[in-house]
């Protein structure tokens, strides 16, 4: 399976169309435990527009919320399996993240925590393709691609140099999942 490269410089994103089978969906939403997150974000207390689940060995915090350690579930663990051996990256935790329709999204942001390991970042769509967009921190250019029925995007020692998003949209649009695969410290 050939990756397509979908960055100019700065990085490398590779996409590998269709990496794992998209009919695992249901078998992933027995599996995993979604939870409805909330943030606060300029004294105000925000709910986050997706569901979301974690697991790992260590426990990893963002915008202000602690996921404790935990055993990834049979179906991610397989997930792992497969990336190691295309990737040859030892990843140890998973961020879920469940967009129910078009009105769940997130902003353009950076996986890039200090206890993380930013030089490879796995991230694994199923169910319907959403647009994904990239956009560099300096020039503002921007990438955009459509994830989704088991396409893996490889992030190689992109988040110093650009930040991602799957915007909200008004168009009718079908459940997806994304599995971004990473390592912390």
């Known amino acids: 399976m050939e990756p397509e490269s979908c960055l100019p410089y700065?990085?490398?994103?590779?996409?590998?169309r269709e990496f794992v089978s998209?009919?695992?969906?249901?078998e992933l939403h027995r599996q995993v435990v979604w939870q409805e997150e909330s943030i606060q974000m300029f004294g105000k207390v925000h709910?986050?527009?997706?569901?979301?689940?974690?697991?790992?060995e260590v426990?990893?915090?963002y915008s202000g919320v602690w996921h404790p350690p935990a055993e990834m579930p049979p179906i991610l663990q397989c997930y792992l399996e497969q990336l190691h051996a295309v990737t040859?990256?030892?990843?140890?935790?998973?961020?879920?993240?469940?967009y129910?329709?078009?009105?769940?999204?997130?902003?353009?942001?950076?996986?890039?925590?200090?206890?993380?390991?930013?030089?490879?970042?796995?991230?694994?769509?199923?169910g319907e393709r959403r647009r994904f967009r990239m956009k560099h921190l300096t020039t503002k250019e921007s990438v955009s691609l459509m994830l989704?029925?088991?396409d893996l995007l490889l992030m190689l020692y992109c988040q110093d140099h650009w930040e991602h998003a799957?915007?909200?949209?008004?168009?009718?649009?079908?459940?997806?999942?994304?599995?971004?695969?990473?390592?912390?410290?």
């Open 22 to 26: 998209n009919n695992t969906l249901d």
């Open 59 to 61: 426990g990893y915090k």
């Open 10 to 16: 700065d990085g490398k994103a590779l996409l590998f």
């Open 166 to 185: 799957i915007p909200k949209t008004k168009k009718v649009c079908g459940e997806r999942v994304n599995l971004t695969f990473r390592r912390i410290r």
């Open 47 to 56: 709910k986050v527009p997706r569901l979301t689940a974690y697991y790992g």
């Open 148 to 150: 989704g029925r088991g």
């Open 100 to 126: 129910r329709d078009g009105h769940d999204g997130m902003g353009f942001h950076r996986d890039n925590e200090p206890e993380m390991d930013t030089s490879c970042i796995a991230s694994v769509s199923l």
């Open 88 to 98: 040859e990256f030892r990843f140890n935790s998973v961020l879920c993240n469940y």
